[in-house]
């Protein structure tokens, strides 16, 4: 439980989105979506904490053998190995959707450039896709289809908010056309979640998707409101 507490704090301290959606998870489940939201950020974190694609890519690799380790039953002495050991022994996950996530990361710590909007799109449900799978197969649900188009919409707004944060020379924006064509394809794909049956055991897996309405308009929306967004989408039980 130590390690599972480790993981909410640094989920609450550095991804507060997720945090906020797991609160509407059962208490039993919580924990693995903590362990799986703290390795998504220590995955993300990487590209922010090195400079050298090399180093980047041995960290990757540090943590592609911490997964094979954890799941089976060797967690490295780190709280989020801890963490992910307990999670691949009450839970059924597919190995490949983190093999997914570690290899997407690989274009963070690299110097290249998306070649299109579908290659974004990709990494997109690589990354955020992914985790909303793992996330729904803990609370008992497979929901391919619906993990896609969500975390696609959300991972595409991130990347909206993202852009004022960021310099001009930024690999992710290169131009003004694209923040249209993002704004459009995450709104795109957030219609097409909203036409798929959302399983009520699984709404906070998907729960950080009902927050897309609300940055496309404020990028930058306080705490309270996208609490509203959220309480809102639990009552409706869709996104």
């Given amino acids: ?13 550095h991804d507060p989105d ?14 693995f979506l903590y362990g799986l939201y703290a390795f998504n950020y220590e995955m993300a974190h990487i590209s922010e904490a090195v400079h050298e694609p090399m180093i980047g890519e041995i960290r990757l690799a540090w943590w592609r053998e911490t997964v094979e380790g954890a799941r089976a039953g060797m967690p490295r002495n780190h709280d989020v190995a801890k963490a992910l050991a307990e999670t691949f022994a009450a839970n059924d996950l597919p190995e ?18 998306f070649a299109d909007i579908d290659a974004l799109e990709a990494y997109a449900d690589a990354t955020s896709g992914s985790l909303m799978r ?20 959300y991972a595409l707004t991130g990347m909206l908010r993202a852009i004022p944060l960021h310099a001009a020379h930024s690999k992710h924006f290169v131009a003004d056309d694209l923040v249209a064509a993002l704004t459009q394809r995450a ?21 950080p998707a009902a927050l897309v309405p609300l940055y496309l308009k404020r990028p930058q929306a306080p705490q309270w409101l996208r609490q509203i967004a959220f309480l809102r989408a639990a009552i409706r039980g869709h996104l």
């Avoid at 997720?18 to 924990?31: G, N, Q």
């Fill in 1 to 13: 439980m130590t390690a599972f507490a480790a993981c909410e704090e640094l989920v609450r301290r």
């Fill in 18 to 31: 997720r945090f906020l959606s797991a609160l509407f998870a059962p208490a039993e489940k919580r924990r």
């Fill in 96 to 113: 490949e959707l983190f093999e997914k996530m570690i290899e997407a990361r690989s274009f963070d710590v690299s110097t290249d450039s």
């Fill in 134 to 153: 793992l996330a729904a197969l803990v609370l008992g649900v497979e929901a391919d289809d619906l993990a896609r188009e969500a975390g696609i919409a």
């Fill in 187 to 207: 709104q795109l794909h957030l219609d097409a979640a909203r036409r798929i049956a959302m399983p009520k055991q699984a709404l906070a897996a998907f729960l």
